[in-house]
């Protein structure tokens, strides 16, 4: 059924349950797996920093990303699962956006991905990339929830 699942990864408990998910499915079907984590290097891409450096700020969140991505690799494993790992770079665009540009090019068929289920303000401030993801993946996108959020 689903060959090629797609997993945006963070470092929350939301982000591993849906990596057990998507484990889960993976083993059922014989899937690939291909984890993601998005690192948004905009932020210290230009002006404003005359007292720090842009290039290693942007190399020391790369490799934070590499670790969040390292760990749930492990994860996957643990549970029999041998995933693809990418990091994908945003230079100040919706996040939601990038993760369903590469789940495309990759030609995944299912998305799994965690949701924090914020309401109200922290909504509104905050907005929510699995909300964004829904409306413009391809896919269907399967939202693991953490009761404890």
Same mark, same amino acid.
């Given at each position: 059924?689903?060959?090629?699942?797609?997993?945006?990864?963070?470092?929350?408990?939301?982000?591993?349950?849906?990596?057990?998910?998507?484990?889960?499915?993976?083993?059922?079907?014989? +899937?690939? #797996?291909?984890? %993601?984590?998005?690192?948004d290097?905009?932020?210290? *891409?230009? &002006? $404003?920093?005359?007292? @720090?450096?842009?290039?290693?700020?942007q190399?020391?969140?790369?490799?934070?990303?590499e670790?969040?991505?390292?760990?749930?690799?492990?994860?996957?494993?643990?549970?029999?699962?041998?995933?693809?790992?990418?990091?994908?770079?945003?230079?100040?665009?919706?996040?939601?956006?990038?993760?369903?540009?590469? +789940?495309? #090019?990759?030609? %995944?068929?299912?998305?799994?991905?965690?949701?924090? *289920?914020? &309401? $109200?303000?922290?909504? @509104?401030?905050?907005?929510?990339?699995?909300?964004?993801?829904?409306?413009?993946?391809?896919?269907?996108?399967?939202?693991?929830?953490?009761?404890?959020?």
């Amino acid at each position: 059924m689903y060959q090629r699942i797609f997993v945006p990864v963070d470092d929350s408990d939301t982000s591993n349950m849906a990596l057990d998910e998507a484990c889960k499915l993976a083993k059922t079907f014989g +899937s690939a #797996v291909r984890l %993601a984590h998005v690192v948004d290097l905009a932020q210290f *891409g230009w &002006g $404003g920093t005359e007292f @720090l450096d842009a290039t290693e700020l942007q190399k020391s969140i790369k490799q934070a990303g590499e670790q969040v991505l390292g760990l749930a690799a492990e994860r996957a494993r643990a549970h029999g699962v041998e995933p693809e790992c990418k990091i994908l770079e945003s230079w100040g665009d919706k996040i939601a956006s990038v993760l369903a540009d590469e +789940s495309g #090019v990759w030609g %995944a068929d299912l998305i799994v991905m965690g949701t924090h *289920g914020l &309401g $109200g303000l922290m909504h @509104l401030l905050m907005g929510s990339v699995a909300e964004g993801l829904l409306k413009v993946a391809d896919v269907p996108v399967l939202l693991v929830r953490n009761p404890g959020d």
